[in-house]
């Protein structure tokens, strides 16, 4: 039986999935990008990495992502906001470009995924969500801390300053009580050095009103799979991990099988096949496969269902597809005739079979009751 298919019982949906990769500096080792005079940039010995020359790569590097006009239209990349872009991308004489191939990413390395680790130093960075490369626990840099005061100013990514104080610090669990302007917070402090005048959190600060932004350490294009990092980064290696973004598009379709719809059994028992003749047909030789070999094909003119049943074991077992109406009330067993729904089979307009859907497990089409399948697949 086939059955037309009603526009509004099929939907088109489309997901991202996200898959994780690592890429390390023995594969895919890292370019350098270096600003350099008109001179070194046309000598033919011009300073060159894994074959590519410092100045072009610096160059194109900076015309597409650091021209930092906060013109919206061309601003290529994620950020935080267009109206500090200047300082949100900075770029040095020289830089360090690691590229992700396009097939490892998609359609774009996923936002909140990246672990860069220097494993010279065994520092860790991650990147913010929103285009900047940060240490993996959040950075600041301490310009003054009074003990006696508790009175402390940090300066953030920005080079803005900002003056809070510390009422309370326990070096054993790294807790603090600190306060900028008028909100205060518990923080956990993983690192307080004085000597670096470094200040590392587990968490990035945050007090209302105030925006104390982490030290950057570079930026990470997503959509092109770029990351450029300051000079004061430079990699010997590293481990990248990160996760590539694809998007999946499904098919999704209702199909309906009405009471009494796809009710009628192929079981050679259940009807009665008229046969007009037979030929035969030889096939087509798979190499490896299966030889040729004939075939004798029979010529069916019609299929029609028996109305009656009789087993060929006991005769005196039968029935009739019209007993559930009359029986169905006092058969708890449920064994009067009826098919199963195993297999679907969906058709284009030409009546070509272009899918087939196999149920884990056969379902019985009762003949009193609507039955619906939901039928998934990737397009």
Do not use: C
């Not at 008109?38 to 597409?64: D, F």
């Not at 990349?77 to 992700?100: C, H, P």
């Not at 104390?212 to 590293?238: K, P």
């Amino acid at each position: 039986m086939l059955k037309s298919i009603p526009k509004s019982s099929i939907n088109l949906r489309t997901f991202k999935v996200h898959k994780k990769f690592i890429q390390t500096y023995a594969t895919h080792p890292p370019f350098i990008g270096e600003l350099s005079s008109g001179s070194a940039y046309e000598s033919s010995s011009a300073a060159t990495t894994n074959n590519i020359a410092h100045h072009p790569l610096y160059a194109s590097i900076k015309s597409k992502y650091y021209r930092n006009d906060g013109n919206i239209f061309t601003t290529y990349g994620e950020y935080n906001n267009l109206g500090n872009i200047k300082e949100e991308r900075e770029l040095d004489n020289k830089i360090t470009v690691i590229s992700i191939p396009q097939s490892k990413k998609g359609l774009g390395v996923k936002p909140g995924s990246v672990l860069l680790t220097d494993l010279a130093t065994s520092t860790v960075y991650r990147d913010n969500s929103v285009g900047s490369i940060a240490s993996l626990t959040p950075q600041y840099i301490i310009t003054s801390l009074d003990f006696n005061s508790g009175e402390i100013i940090l300066e953030d990514a920005d080079g803005e300053s900002f003056t809070g104080t510390i009422s309370q610090y326990d070096p054993q669990s790294g807790l603090a009580t600190m306060t900028f302007g008028s909100d205060t917070d518990v923080v956990e402090i993983t690192l307080l050095d004085l000597s670096s005048g470094l200040l590392k959190t587990a968490a990035p600060l945050e007090f209302d009103g105030i925006g104390i932004d982490e030290s950057r350490f570079g930026n990470i294009f997503y959509s092109d799979g770029i990351i450029v990092l300051q000079e004061s980064t430079e990699l010997v290696s590293y481990s990248l991990e990160y996760r590539s973004t694809e998007t999946i598009t499904e098919q999704e379709i209702l199909l309906t099988a009405k009471a009494g719809e796809f009710n009628y059994s192929q079981n050679p028992s259940a009807v009665e096949v008229q046969v007009s003749g037979s030929y035969d047909f030889t096939t087509t030789a798979i190499p490896n496969v299966s030889p040729a070999r004939t075939r004798t094909i029979k010529q069916i003119d019609d299929i029609k269902r028996r109305e009656f049943i009789s087993g060929s074991f006991n005769s005196s077992v039968s029935g009739s597809w019209e007993d559930y109406y009359t029986s169905a009330s006092v058969d708890p067993t449920g064994s009067y005739l009826s098919t199963y729904i195993s297999t679907i089979g969906l058709y284009d307009k030409n009546g070509d079979m272009v899918a087939v859907a196999k149920l884990p497990k056969p379902i019985k089409n009762l003949p009193d009751y609507d039955v619906n399948f939901l039928v998934r697949f990737d397009v």
